[in-house]
């Protein structure tokens, strides 16, 4: 099967501080990848998603890095807030299915 | 809310029994996902269905089994259920069949005791 992983299980951030949560994937061939936020109790929310022919996309406080070389994809979150706090997914598209890491854990300290 | 509707939100049931598990996809979309997602793992893909038909399949027991209506719902069946099929089982959808975002349920929560 595929494999994408999270070097990070959990992660600390202080409220205003940006936030970086990286995630590396193993299959070249993907070419589409998604970073999605699960809070407790909830199913997964999209937060952005990016095309491999692109290295960079930006949403609203939320940046997407895509480094094909290396297979490497980070979220970084600018000014962290209390309601961040979530654990979140990076998923790489292969094909018809949507491989998932096991998910980093960010804990937003007031 | 993402459109996507799940039913049961929770199910109890002992083991060797069989459950359905239902999902509305949002209006307009044609694809349809599954996933399961067991204490602290991610989530693991089992099934896709496109505008009624299968298209992708995943890590999904043969005593699991899911189809796609018609009028585009879908419905998982799990069967002869052991404890560690107690998990989360999320529907997602979407418009297209890939490369396209994919629109999670809140997910139904089945315990085999």
């Known amino acids: 099967g595929e494999s994408v992983g999270l070097h990070l299980p959990t992660l600390s951030v202080q409220e205003g501080d940006n936030s970086i949560i990286n995630c590396a994937y193993s299959?070249?061939?993907?070419?589409?990848f998604i970073w999605y936020k699960q809070e407790s109790g909830k199913g997964p929310q999209f937060i952005i998603d990016?095309?491999?022919?692109?290295d960079k996309r930006q949403g609203q406080r939320v940046t997407v890095l895509l480094n094909k070389t290396v297979k490497h994809l980070s979220l970084q979150i600018a000014a962290t807030q209390p309601g961040d706090s979530a654990v979140y997914f990076c998923?790489?598209?292969?094909?018809?299915?949507?491989?998932f890491g096991t998910g980093t854990s960010l804990t937003v300290i007031p | 809310d993402s459109g996507v509707t799940q039913t049961p939100k929770h199910l109890i049931t002992a083991t060797g029994q069989r459950v359905t598990l239902r999902c509305s996809p949002r209006s307009g979309d044609l694809s349809v996902y599954w996933y399961q997602q067991s204490l602290d793992q991610g989530l693991q893909f089992l099934i896709q269905?496109?505008?009624?038909?299968?298209?992708a399949k995943g890590n999904i027991l043969e005593r699991f089994s899911a189809q796609q209506f018609p009028d585009l719902h879908s419905e998982l069946n799990l069967s002869s259920l052991e404890l560690g099929d107690s998990a989360l089982y999320f529907c997602a959808s979407s418009v297209a069949d890939r490369d396209t975002e994919a629109f999670f349920g809140q997910g139904t929560r089945l315990t085999v005791v």
């Open positions: 299959n070249s061939a993907s070419d589409y």
């Open positions: 990016i095309r491999s022919n692109m």
């Open positions: 269905y496109y505008n009624g038909e299968e298209r």
């Open positions: 998923a790489e598209n292969t094909g018809n299915q949507f491989y």
